[in-house]
Every structure is written in C-alpha cells, then in structure tokens.
C-alpha cells in the first residue's frame, strides 16, 4: 500500500508561482514513475506531467508545457510541482499519483494510487 499526501497549495494571482509537493509512503518509492494531473469543476481529469523512476525522464501536458516542472528527490519520498506563470485556468485539485509499473503513461487509469488532491486557485 502506497498513501500519497499533496501539499502547497493555494490562492495566488495570476503571473504567480507556486510548488507542490507530494509525500510518499514506502520503501519502493523510487521504482515508481509519478504522475500529477488535475481537475477543475466540471471537467475530466487532466494529466499534467509523469517523471520517470530516476528523474531522468519527463514528459508534460499542453497546457503547461514551458511553464511547470516535474521533479523528484528520491532520498526524501517526494515530488515535486512547480509551476511557474499561473494562469487562471490552471484552477483546479492537483493530485499526484503513483504507476508502481514504473511506466510514464498520461492516462489516470494507468495509476495505482493517488493523493487526495491540494486545491490551486489563480485568481485574474
């Protein structure tokens, strides 16, 4: 069992910057690929961006490519959200999610477990 806690989330005008992080439980965390997407009311699940095992690869939506980051530190359990130039569509729940394949897939129903999701609002 893998639990997944989210933080950093908040209020922020747009043009802002905010970092997310998302702690992991376990001692497998590192043979994980992890993923964040996000929903806003009314609409489908997105994916956001997936980080390889290593950290070595990357991959991201769209809709924030250029803008956010994807990290990890594999030492601390955790991964990382920044995002950068906040637009008041990126309001939503950002939830990271872990593929214990270990695979950098986009679809949320190739994930295992997920976080309970931070709310992020960028007000215009």
């Known amino acids: 069992q893998v639990q997944l806690v989210e933080s950093g989330g908040g209020l922020v005008q747009a043009g802002g910057s905010l970092r997310l992080s998302c702690a992991a439980s376990g001692r497998t965390f590192s043979s994980y690929a992890m993923g964040w997407f996000r929903q806003a009311p009314g609409k489908e699940r997105e994916f956001v961006a997936v980080?390889?095992?290593?950290?070595?690869?990357?991959r991201y939506g769209d809709s924030v490519k250029g803008r956010f980051t994807i990290s990890r530190d594999n030492a601390r359990n955790t991964v990382f959200l920044q995002m950068n130039s906040l637009k008041p569509e990126d309001t939503a729940v950002y939830y990271c999610a872990a593929d214990t394949w270990g695979r950098t897939r986009s679809l949320s129903n190739e994930y295992d477990y997920w976080g309970q999701g931070t709310q992020v609002t960028v007000s215009s």
């Open positions: 980080i390889s095992r290593s950290g070595g690869n990357t």
